[in-house]
């Protein structure tokens, strides 16, 4: 009887504990104003993502280095910083490989800063042997990763959301990452070849968006794509998708895109990576005052599209500015010894920039190493082994805007 008793009192007490867990889970809703806006809200409370990319790689690290496994725990430090700019999301990149120590980091940003976090996943994107969508093992190994990640991190009270992809859009014409199947290579039209490519990954996505809201019905799911490219395609096949997270870099506005996209996918979007750096490569010297003067032009650009502004008809959430610190690894992404320099070569041209798109190699103007609104020195915060930060006048220009916009916003009942 009392062995009966115990057993009872244990799986009562074990039911008690995973109830109150899930209990723990923020529930992340999308909603829409009679008008046709949309906003999202936190546990029925309206939220406008002010976010920012966070991927604090130090001084002499690259692309290998996981951030959440490191003793440091660099977000200690720029999570008080972050909160005094009125930032209250971060977006990661991906999880690596453990989640618990993804977990800790998702509660400590949350319980010491309010700040929660937007997780994103690649989607074997830049991974070894390179990635096929049309293969179905591959999207059998994808989903059962994702949905793992999904099980793990689903509870956490600082989770906001889900992003699938990036720049993965940018495969399909094979400018990255090429990949095929008989059934592409069966098309003889260049065109027609891309488009089956985008049907194929977009179907692929919609249905792993719809395996992850199984698992976790509290947390909206959005597909990352590299600005419009084939989203007419998407619209056709991605029912459950909750979300669209737009890579764009377009100088200082964001143009039509806001209402252009609404005219044919009508889902609510999120600038998930947008920003300036802070290096001239015409004039060959650091340009703070630029950078901060597109970013706050970016910014306003982007809030008079959510409906906390004066537009009811907003379909923007919000954005998360491409990035918190700068990145020294950037321009010579695998030659190990440039990751302790801060190079000043740019990697690309982007013309939307144009105070610096006169620069000498055919206009490279964009200095990959350069985007944080934070700076990085070589020398050590006390106590500590990591790098000083040091703000630029972007990050004050941000806080100031950040927190009047918090200030001025319109009240959502």
């Known amino acids: 009887m009392k062995k009966s008793l115990i057993l009872i009192i244990c799986l009562g007490l074990n039911l008690f504990i995973s109830l109150s867990l899930f209990a723990e889970a923020s529930k992340v809703a999308i909603k829409t104003t009679e008008e046709g806006g949309y906003y999202l809200t936190v546990d029925n409370k309206p939220f406008l993502i002010k976010g920012i990319i966070y991927n604090p790689t130090p001084i002499c690290k690259g692309y290998d280095y996981e951030f959440f496994t490191d003793t440091n725990k660099q977000w200690l430090i720029d999570g008080k910083l972050?909160?005094?700019?009125?930032?209250?999301?971060?977006?990661?990149?991906?999880?690596?490989?453990?989640?618990?120590?993804?977990?800790?980091?998702?509660?400590?940003?949350?319980?010491?800063?309010?700040?929660?976090?937007?997780?994103?996943?690649?989607?074997?994107?830049?991974?070894?042997?390179?990635?096929?969508?049309?293969?179905?093992?591959?999207?059998?190994?994808?989903?059962?990763?994702?949905?793992?990640?999904?099980?793990?991190?689903?509870?956490?009270?600082?989770?906001?959301?889900?992003?699938?992809?990036?720049?993965?859009?940018?495969?399909?014409?094979?400018?990255?990452?090429?990949?095929?199947?008989?059934?592409?290579?069966?098309?003889?039209?260049?065109?027609?070849?891309?488009?089956?490519?985008?049907?194929?990954?977009?179907?692929?996505?919609?249905?792993?968006?719809?395996?992850?809201?199984?698992?976790?019905?509290?947390?909206?799911?959005?597909?990352?794509?590299?600005?419009?490219?084939?989203?007419?395609?998407?619209?056709?096949?991605?029912?459950?998708?909750?979300?669209?997270?737009?890579?764009?870099?377009?100088?200082k506005k964001f143009g039509n895109l806001f209402n252009h996209i609404k005219s044919y996918f009508n889902k609510p979007i999120f600038i998930s990576e947008f920003g300036a750096d802070s290096y001239d490569a015409y004039l060959e010297k650091e340009a703070e005052d630029t950078q901060s003067e597109y970013i706050i032009s970016q910014w306003n650009n982007l809030f008079e599209h959510t409906v906390f502004s004066k537009n009811t008809q907003g379909n923007c959430l919000g954005g998360t500015l491409f990035e918190w610190s700068d990145e020294w690894w950037k321009h010579d992404e695998g030659y190990t010894p440039n990751w302790c320099i801060h190079n000043t070569e740019a990697g690309w041209s982007n013309g939307s920039y144009y105070f610096d798109i006169k620069a000498k190699n055919n206009g490279l103007n964009m200095n990959e190493e350069w985007f944080g609104i934070v700076a990085l020195s070589d020398k050590k915060i006390k106590a500590t082994d990591v790098d000083q930060r040091i703000p630029k006048k972007s990050y004050y220009a941000l806080k100031d805007f950040l927190n009047r916009i918090s200030r001025e916003s319109i009240k959502i009942k």
């Open 82 to 251: 972050m909160k005094d700019a009125g930032i209250n999301c971060v977006r990661i990149y991906s999880t690596g490989e453990d989640l618990d120590k993804v977990k800790a980091f998702i509660n400590e940003m949350y319980t010491k800063f309010g700040i929660y976090t937007i997780v994103s996943d690649w989607l074997g994107l830049w991974s070894y042997p390179g990635v096929n969508y049309a293969d179905a093992q591959f999207q059998k190994n994808t989903k059962e990763r994702i949905l793992k990640i999904t099980e793990a991190l689903k509870g956490e009270k600082g989770l906001l959301l889900w992003v699938l992809g990036n720049e993965n859009s940018y495969t399909f014409s094979g400018k990255i990452c090429f990949w095929t199947c008989p059934e592409i290579d069966k098309i003889k039209e260049l065109r027609k070849q891309i488009e089956k490519r985008a049907q194929i990954y977009y179907t692929f996505v919609d249905e792993l968006a719809a395996e992850i809201k199984k698992i976790d019905p509290n947390h909206p799911v959005a597909l990352g794509n590299g600005e419009e490219s084939f989203l007419d395609i998407a619209s056709k096949v991605c029912d459950d998708i909750d979300i669209l997270a737009i890579i764009s870099y377009r100088g």
